[in-house]
């Protein structure tokens, strides 16, 4: 596709609901980032792929939040047990990504807004 | 630890007029590099400009330019002849090398209202 796509673009889950997130990244993009955005603030690091190999889930804040990309393209992020305090903006970005390389944009989706309710 | 600071929470800016918006890091890393994001009501994350620690010239792009003062840590975003389409939220965020430039630490954020 033209873009980084995600779906769905709205979410509403009750407390305790298990919810799946997905993103499609563009096409050949070697990198995929999810962040989280509470609303009124700016996005924080969840988690990081390099193709298929979740290389960094330090941003993750607890176990029931899980992330994989098992075929290196399309990506979905697991909410388990849903909180309150989960309900924010889930934001997907990709990049071509070579590592050191400095000058490698990083598209953004148009996020998934998840309230729980 | 890395941090990014926007203390402008609001601004507004006649239409045409050039505004700048705020923007402090800290890091102890020497390698790093400084982005400012658009994100207008749609919610979608639009690339402006970025700006790398050992560039030692301002980042441009067409009407943004990135005021770079290493000294003092701040990577203000200018822009110039404001338009209406402006009006949006606007991000400062850092990458720093040595993990990998795409993974941003972001500011607060600054709501940029254009008044015609």
């Known amino acids: 596709g033209a873009g980084v796509s995600q779906s769905p673009r709205y979410k509403v889950a009750k407390r305790g609901q298990d919810v799946a997130l997905r993103c499609d990244p563009i096409s050949g993009h070697v990198s995929l980032f999810w962040y989280q955005q509470a609303l009124g603030q700016g996005p924080e690091f969840l988690t990081y792929?390099?193709?298929?190999?979740?290389?960094?889930k330090s941003g993750l804040p607890s176990d029931r939040f899980f992330a994989e990309r098992p075929e290196g393209s399309v990506s979905t992020l697991k909410i388990q047990r849903t909180q309150q305090e989960d309900s924010a903006v889930y934001l997907c970005?990709?990049?071509?990504?070579?590592?050191?390389?400095?000058?490698?944009?990083?598209?953004f989706g148009q996020g998934t807004r998840l309230t729980v309710v | 630890a890395q941090k990014i600071t926007q203390t402008q929470p609001g601004m507004f800016v006649q239409e045409k007029e050039a505004v700048t918006l705020d923007c402090t890091y800290d890091?102890?890393?020497?390698?790093?590099?400084l982005f400012w994001y658009k994100q207008p009501s749609s919610g979608e994350m639009i690339f402006l400009i970025y700006q790398g620690s050992y560039d030692e010239q301002n980042a441009t792009e067409g009407r943004y330019s990135l005021n770079f003062q290493k000294a003092r840590k701040s990577a203000n975003l200018v822009i110039s002849a404001s338009q209406l389409g402006d009006s949006a939220m606007y991000f400062c965020a850092m990458s720093l090398a040595l993990y990998n430039f795409n993974k941003f630490y972001f500011g607060s954020g600054t709501k940029l209202n254009v008044k015609p």
């Open positions: 792929f390099q193709n298929e190999a979740q290389l960094d």
């Open positions: 890091t102890s890393d020497q390698s790093y590099g």
């Open positions: 970005a990709s990049s071509l990504i070579v590592l050191g390389n400095e000058d490698t944009e990083a598209f």
